[in-house]
């Protein structure tokens, strides 16, 4: 019983993550690239590399934010009486 639910969700998720990869990489991409611009304008700032890398890696992080809104699910609205 638990292997049949187990599988159907990560079918279920694989079966999405192959519908909406190709949207998602590129705004993702599209995303990555205008926030990491003045990241790597500003290099010279940084005094270590792990320095200029932790930033980097925030803005990666930060910059999926906006790629996730736009995928975030619409909401279920209940039918009202």
């Known amino acids: 019983m638990r292997a049949a ?4 969700i990560i079918g279920g998720w694989r079966e999405d993550l192959v519908r909406g990869a190709d949207a998602f990489l590129r705004l993702t991409l599209l995303s990555t690239c205008y926030y990491m611009f ?10 270590t590399w ?3 890398f ?3 890696t ?6 999926l934010v906006p790629v ?8 279920r609205v209940r039918p009202t009486e």
Do not use: D, Q, T
Not at 5 to 8: D, E, I, K, M, S
């Open 5 to 8: 639910v187990l599988r159907a």
């Open 38 to 47: 003045p990241v790597a304008l500003s290099a010279g700032i940084f005094k």
């Open 50 to 52: 792990s320095g200029f």
């Open 54 to 56: 932790i930033a980097a």
């Open 58 to 63: 925030a803005v990666l992080a930060l910059s």
């Open 68 to 75: 996730m809104v736009c995928f975030w699910p619409s909401r």
